[in-house]
């Protein structure tokens, strides 16, 4: 099928500080479960490192989140979203690193 | 609303060999519309560095794709399709670069 055209697809890779510690990462992956219900996101990933091993593939990070808004503007709102400062409040201590990627459909890119 | 269950989500971003080249990017970017027609993808969304700008965010990239899969077969089955074997053949001198993060949802994981 075509391409989902012009969506705003924000994706985060976390890296925990405490890689050995089974209680840190269940507690980010609750987290990140209810940080995913915020009801500006369209759909929601929450994820972990798959199986896949090839020499181009990232598998470093422990968790990821992809989620989809219908554009810019609304992702601009769950940035400042009371539920994500809180997320971050709440969360932040748990992890070492994140990288974020904000992708949009070229279509609706404005220079 | 809850977060999608079990999803395989395939992200990768590609780093063009010539930037400057408005051709090349044109090129790829046909490509990558072509790659995401692929039957096997079930959701598929084809990007370029949002406006977004903070300290965290990766705007390297010159291209991004996000391939949802119901499953990690399906994947296995979509780096083997020969539209994606050809995508690769044909477009390959492109990039200089790319990284793949293949996530799957906890739930769907086995260790």
Same mark, same amino acid.
């Given at each position: 099928?075509?391409?989902? #055209? =012009? #969506?705003?697809?924000?994706?985060?890779?976390?890296?925990?500080?405490?890689?050995?510690?089974? @209680?840190?990462?269940?507690?980010? &992956?609750? =987290?990140?479960? #209810?940080?995913?219900?915020?009801?500006?996101?369209?759909? @929601?990933?929450?994820?972990?490192?798959?199986?896949?091993?090839?020499?181009?593939?990232?598998?470093? &990070?422990?968790?990821?989140?992809?989620?989809?808004?219908?554009?810019?503007?609304?992702?601009?709102? &769950?940035?400042?979203?009371?539920?994500?400062?809180?997320?971050?409040?709440?969360? =932040?201590?748990?992890?070492?690193?994140?990288?974020?990627?904000? @992708?949009?459909?070229?279509?609706?890119?404005?220079?």
């Amino acid at each position: 099928m075509p391409p989902e #055209k =012009g #969506k705003f697809v924000h994706t985060v890779f976390f890296w925990l500080k405490n890689k050995d510690s089974e @209680a840190d990462r269940q507690k980010l &992956y609750e =987290g990140l479960t #209810k940080l995913s219900q915020i009801e500006l996101i369209e759909t @929601a990933y929450v994820g972990v490192p798959a199986a896949t091993n090839r020499d181009v593939i990232d598998r470093s &990070y422990d968790f990821s989140i992809t989620f989809v808004f219908p554009d810019p503007e609304t992702q601009d709102a &769950y940035q400042v979203h009371p539920d994500h400062l809180k997320f971050v409040e709440e969360y =932040g201590h748990l992890w070492e690193r994140v990288v974020v990627y904000d @992708a949009i459909g070229p279509d609706l890119l404005r220079e």
